[in-house]
């Protein structure tokens, strides 16, 4: 089932291209950047004022740690904009601010040292004790956007173009849980762990707060129709 908030921004996409597409030209975007692989399509709203509509995708694995645990993480970017760009000068340079549906999250599997434990909270877990350890990142679910820009995808009557972003989607303070599946420990060392992962779970929501303020960078290719 679709969120309220994805649906207010759909509703928002859907009443400003039914709005304009009808009367003039569009352009699409194919953009890359930090919020990963995009689609842009750009709309004329009023004189110097375009809407942009579209949503961005990127699947990344890498490496992670708090200062007790390493982890194998996921970071699945997945983003819909309705942003509104200004050219104050009637020519590329465009200041941009709008709402972006955020689902993106980050997924981890805790990763045992070479001697087959883990350190929480200053008590050792064998892995096959501990079981797997599976924590996640979660943030806002609409985030507001503010940013400078170079392009004007509606500048030309027909053709290509190119286009550049810089700004900050804001985010906020994530929301992280960290949890083991499959201890095979007693029950009392199995509840120590659990008491030991809210901990090492505030270490990482640490880390995690680096992300409330996400930085954009996108460079785009966008063709008018």
């Given at each position: 089932m679709m969120k309220p908030a994805f649906v207010a921004v759909s509703l928002t996409a859907v009443l400003l291209a039914s709005g304009t597409a009808s009367a003039t030209n569009l352009a699409l975007t194919a953009d890359l950047g930090t919020t990963g692989v995009g689609l842009h399509m750009s709309l004329p709203l009023q004189k110097n004022l375009n809407a942009r509509l579209g949503f961005n995708t990127l699947n990344y694995s890498y490496s992670s740690s708090t200062s007790n645990v390493n982890y194998d993480s996921k970071l699945k970017l997945n983003t819909v904009d309705a942003l509104v760009d200004y050219f104050p000068s009637a020519g590329s340079f465009r200041l941009t601010g709008g709402l972006t549906y955020n689902s993106s999250k980050i997924t981890a599997v805790g990763r045992s040292?070479?001697?087959?434990?883990?350190?929480?909270?200053?008590?050792?877990?064998?892995?096959?004790?501990?079981?797997?350890?599976?924590?996640?990142?979660?943030?806002?679910?609409?985030?507001?956007?503010?940013?400078?820009?170079?392009?004007?995808?509606?500048?030309?009557?027909?053709?290509?173009?190119?286009?550049?972003?810089?700004?900050?989607?804001?985010?906020?303070?994530?929301?992280?849980?960290?949890?083991?599946?499959?201890?095979?420990?007693?029950?009392?060392?199995?509840?120590?762990?659990?008491?030991?992962?809210?901990?090492?779970?505030?270490?990482?929501?640490?880390?995690a707060n680096d992300l409330k303020l996400y930085p954009v960078l996108r460079v785009g290719a966008s063709y008018r129709f």
């Open positions: 040292n070479a001697s087959g434990t883990f350190n929480f909270n200053g008590n050792t877990y064998t892995s096959t004790d501990a079981g797997q350890i599976n924590g996640k990142i979660d943030f806002r679910k609409i985030a507001p956007y503010l940013g400078i820009g170079w392009g004007n995808a509606l500048q030309k009557e027909t053709g290509w173009g190119f286009s550049a972003d810089a700004g900050v989607l804001f985010q906020g303070s994530p929301s992280t849980s960290l949890t083991s599946s499959g201890c095979t420990a007693p029950s009392s060392l199995c509840n120590q762990l659990s008491n030991d992962l809210d901990v090492e779970n505030n270490r990482l929501r640490d880390k």
